[in-house]
């Protein structure tokens, strides 16, 4: 009878160190999923957010540039970040919408509807020249253009 206690009482310990084992685990994926959202947020904030609000009223006589935060704020998402941008004189260019996104390795990327996501860094670089320059050439894009349709190229440099 003792050894099948004993035997007993292994298989607990054994199953109880199991279940630590995975509950160690699951707080490391948990907190390395906190810590790329917490950097995908900031770079987000400090990028491309700042250069968007500097380019906004930069253009402001010509381009409008709307910003919506929404996706950013959220919790437990992946964070991102979306604009348009429009011509202020002109009607018949329809506004343009943008997505920023980030994907789980930190490559950060532009996209619009219809045309392939473009790379704009990544996270882990703090410098906004990358995105600062896709930026300008998007409003180039938006300013140069005339009538939907009408202007060879492509959206994104």
């Known amino acids: 009878m003792s050894k099948f206690k004993k035997a007993l009482e292994r298989g607990k310990a054994a199953r109880n160190e199991q279940e630590q084992l995975a509950r160690k685990e699951e707080a490391k994926r948990t907190a390395a999923a906190a810590d790329f959202n917490v950097r995908a947020k900031a770079w987000l904030n400090d990028i491309a957010l700042a250069s ?10 010509e381009v409008a540039i709307d910003i919506d935060t929404t996706s950013l704020q959220a ?56 995105f600062t320059t896709m930026l300008a050439r998007l409003i180039e894009d938006v300013v140069a253009e005339r009538v939907p349709g009408t202007r060879e190229g492509h959206l994104l440099p």
């Open 75 to 130: 919790e437990g998402a992946i964070p991102s970040l979306r604009f348009q941008i429009y011509r202020m004189q002109d009607n018949d260019v329809p506004a343009r919408t943008f997505t920023v996104a980030i994907d789980v390795s930190g490559a950060v990327s532009v996209s619009a509807p219809g045309v392939v996501a473009k790379d704009a860094g990544a996270i882990a670089d703090k410098s906004p020249t990358r």
């Open 52 to 61: 968007l609000e500097a380019a906004k009223s930069e253009v402001a006589s």
